[in-house]
Nanobody, 125 residues
Framework: QVHVQESGGGLVQAGGSLRLSCAVS????????MGWFRQAPGKEREFVAQ????????RYADSVKGRFTISRNNAQATIYLQLNSLKPEDTAVYYC??????????????????WGQGTQVTVSS
C-alpha cells in the first residue's frame, strides 16, 4: 500500500524559510515524477512545483519561482520543498502527490492519484 507523508510545516514570520519533506513508502519513486500542491483557506488547491524522476527537470508556479526549490532523494524515497522568502500569501496546507503515470510531469491535479495528508505552513506578517 502506497503511503505519502508530508512534514516540516510550521509557523514562520514573513521573509523566513521552511523545508518541507515528503516521504513515500510502499513503492519506489525513482522512476516517477512528483509534485507539490497547496491549498489556502477558502481557495482551491493549486500547483506549486514538480520534479521529474531524474531530478534534472523541475517546474514551478509563477507565484513561487525564485523563492521555492524542489529536490529529491530517490534512495530515501523522499522529495523536498525548500521555501524561502516566505510571504503571508504562502499560508496554506502543502500536499505532496504521485502522478498516475510515471512519465507525467504536468501540473493538473486530476493526473495525480496518491496524496498525503498535508502539512500546514503559516506565514505571519
Amino acid at each position: 500500500q502506497v503511503h505519502v507523508q508530508e512534514s516540516g510545516g510550521g509557523l514562520v514570520q514573513a521573509g523566513g524559510s521552511l523545508r518541507l519533506s515528503c516521504a513515500v513508502s510502499g513503492r519506489t519513486i525513482s522512476s516517477t515524477g512528483m509534485g507539490w500542491f497547496r491549498q489556502a483557506p477558502g481557495k482551491e488547491r493549486e500547483f506549486v512545483a514538480q520534479i521529474a524522476s531524474s531530478g534534472l527537470i523541475v517546474r514551478y508556479a509563477d507565484s513561487v519561482k525564485g523563492r521555492f526549490t524542489i529536490s529529491r532523494n530517490n534512495a530515501q524515497a523522499t522529495i523536498y520543498l525548500q521555501l524561502n522568502s516566505l510571504k503571508p500569501e504562502d499560508t496554506a496546507v502543502y500536499y505532496c502527490a504521485i502522478p498516475k503515470s510515471s512519465s507525467y510531469t504536468g501540473t493538473q491535479m486530476n493526473q495525480y492519484n496518491y496524496w498525503g495528508q498535508g502539512t500546514q505552513v503559516t506565514v505571519s506578517s
